[in-house]
């Protein structure tokens, strides 16, 4: 594929396409490795060639890889901007067709465990940091102090290509879009230190947006963690009709008066900022203050039925322990991410204690294999 006299135009947009949902799905290391290196291969052959990346990758198309790269876990994948190479024999019935991949299209974590999703995210993310470094930017020369495109071309320009999508990403209330919008960032800076010159000046001096990335990273590393992400919105709400149903056994098994049974709120608010919603904080209180001040109404009756519901109770704190050591699990990772993106754009902090603090929680990250990050 570096062949010098070998013609360009095997790199198509349908093989990007091809290339990136493989690493998307692909379950076997050594194939993803070998999907990511092709992929390499395929966008440097691009760059190489004035007007060819960014003519080919639209920013359409690199919507819809984002798009795929940040479902949710445990949500299946959207196929439909998927290129099928097999869709001009879907007519022929005699055609015996397998979806080897169907596990990792329906993101069943019962079927492929959580480790191998999270490698084939990175590896995307690792993918989509490549195209950021190889995109042509605005240069400075002394010829031209206003600044000369590298390029010429129909392509976007640089920020505008990029800085909707990773400024979304890097502002969501998601985890996993947060902390994969960090890693590219951080794959970015990396590849741009590899390739600049010794004496080229830092990423976030010629780049406003490596900049802005730079100082959000800072900004959440400086701050209290959120109270909740967008993936804990299923856990809290399973939880809220855990606590639901525990105070209101006091009234169907016990019979107090279904006035005495507190309100736990009818929606829940995973970031505890609205009023009469129900937050894990009231969630802690419901299986506390609430449930004590029930089970003191009894008296000493109700004995068996009280039994039950105290097991019943100690079945909701061992959910509300599970959502709260997922919220640190959580903010750790994040915490890791955003201070790798700092450190990576070689940017200096006022004070050094949040970033220490998130390169220790990086630390803590790399003893997992699941955020062995792929480098290709």
């Known amino acids: 594929m570096t062949v010098p006299t070998l013609s360009k135009e095997w790199v198509t947009e349908r093989f990007l396409r091809l290339l990136f949902q493989n690493l998307v799905v692909e379950e076997r290391s050594d194939i993803r490795d070998a999907t990511l290196a092709t992929w390499n291969t395929a966008l440097e052959t691009l760059s190489s060639n004035y007007g060819y990346l960014e003519n080919l990758v639209t920013q359409q198309v690199l919507l819809e890889w984002y798009a795929v790269l940040m479902t949710p876990l445990g949500v299946p994948i959207d196929t439909s901007t ?14 015996e067709r397998h979806p080897i991949d169907k596990n990792m299209l329906t993101q069943d974590m019962g079927l492929v465990p959580v480790e191998v999703v999270w490698k084939a995210r990175l590896a995307s993310a690792a993918a989509l940091a490549k195209v950021t470094a190889l995109w042509p930017v605005k240069v400075c020369t002394p010829r031209f102090p206003h600044g000369l495109l590298a390029y ?82 299923f856990s809290l709400a399973r939880i809220h009709g855990e606590c639901y149903n525990l105070l209101q056994s006091f009234s169907t098994d016990c019979k107090l008066p279904f006035t005495a049974i507190p309100s736990l709120g009818s929606e829940i608010d995973i ?67 955003c201070a790798a993106v700092f450190v990576a754009f070689k940017s200096t902090p006022d004070k050094v204690s949040p970033i220490v603090k998130g390169v220790m929680n990086s630390i803590k990250v790399s003893r997992h294999a699941i955020l062995s990050k792929p480098r290709g």
């Open 82 to 95: 998927f290129y099928h190479a097999s869709s001009a024999v879907d007519a022929d019935p005699a055609v």
């Open 152 to 233: 010429f071309s129909q392509g976007a320009p640089f920020e505008d290509m990029f800085r909707p999508i990773l400024k979304h990403y890097i502002s969501s209330t998601s985890m996993l879009q947060k902390f994969l919008a960090a890693t590219i960032a951080e794959e970015w800076a990396r590849m741009y230190d590899e390739t600049a010159p010794p004496d080229a000046p830092l990423l976030i001096k010629t780049s406003p947006l490596a900049d802005e990335l730079s100082i959000a990273a800072l900004v959440w590393l400086q701050e209290d963690p959120p109270a909740a992400y967008h993936e804990m919105a």
């Open 271 to 337: 970031t505890g900022e609205r009023e009469g919603c129900f937050t894990i904080e009231v969630g802690k209180r419901a299986v506390g203050p609430m449930f004590d001040r029930l089970k003191d109404m009894l008296g000493r009756t109700k004995k068996r039925e009280l039994g039950i519901i105290s097991d019943k109770r100690l079945k909701v704190v061992s959910s509300i322990d599970h959502y709260l050591e997922l919220k640190v699990q959580h903010d750790i990772r994040v915490s890791a991410a």
